[in-house]
């Protein structure tokens, strides 16, 4: 379950949290992954605040061999969700970074999608290696 309903914390009080736990699959890059880990939702006076952190093996080929291997992933996030409508009045909200931001949508359903899939490229390494002494592609026989 990557959405979730967030009505209630955003009429509860500033500083109210929620804690969740997720073990979902997600598709990055044309790939379908699991995806374990915490979620810890807060409120703010203006949003809602989102810490996460999970775990997912992704497929990756190997810079030096060229063989794919699955590759451990880390990853931890912190992002702040802007609301489209208030809660209380069901009005829309008129905020301009809301367009570069991650949302709310209009039944109060956040949604960390894809604030989960651009953390797991961005956690993807550079030079992937299937193990640290890899020989390369040259001594293999």
Same mark, same amino acid.
């Given at each position: 379950? !990557?959405?979730?309903? $967030?009505?209630? /914390?955003?009429? *509860?009080?500033?500083? @109210?949290? &929620? ?6 699959? /997600?598709?990055?890059?044309? $790939? *379908?992954?699991?995806?374990? *880990?915490?979620?810890?939702?807060? &409120?703010?006076?203006?949003? $809602? %605040? $989102? ?11 190997? +810079? ?6 699955? +590759?451990? !992933? ?10 489209? !409508?208030?809660?209380?009045? *069901? %009005? ?23 604030? #989960?899939?651009?953390?797991?490229? !961005? @956690?993807?390494?550079?030079?992937? #290696?299937?193990?640290?002494? +890899? ?7």
């Amino acid at each position: 379950m !990557l959405s979730f309903n $967030v009505a209630q /914390l955003e009429k *509860g009080p500033v500083g @109210a949290t &929620r804690d969740y736990q997720i073990d979902d699959s /997600l598709t990055v890059e044309g $790939v *379908g992954i699991n995806v374990k *880990g915490d979620i810890k939702f807060t &409120r703010t006076p203006r949003s $809602v %605040l $989102v810490k996460a952190a999970f775990k997912t093996i992704l497929p990756q080929e190997c +810079c030096r061999c060229l063989n794919e291997y699955q +590759c451990s !992933l880390d990853v931890r996030f912190e992002e702040e969700f802007l609301p489209t !409508l208030d809660v209380a009045s *069901g %009005l829309p909200l008129d905020i301009e970074e809301a367009e570069q931001s991650f949302t709310i949508d209009e039944h109060h359903i956040l949604d960390i999608s894809d604030a #989960l899939r651009q953390y797991i490229i !961005l @956690a993807q390494p550079m030079k992937p #290696l299937c193990r640290a002494d +890899c020989p390369g592609i040259n001594t293999m026989q």
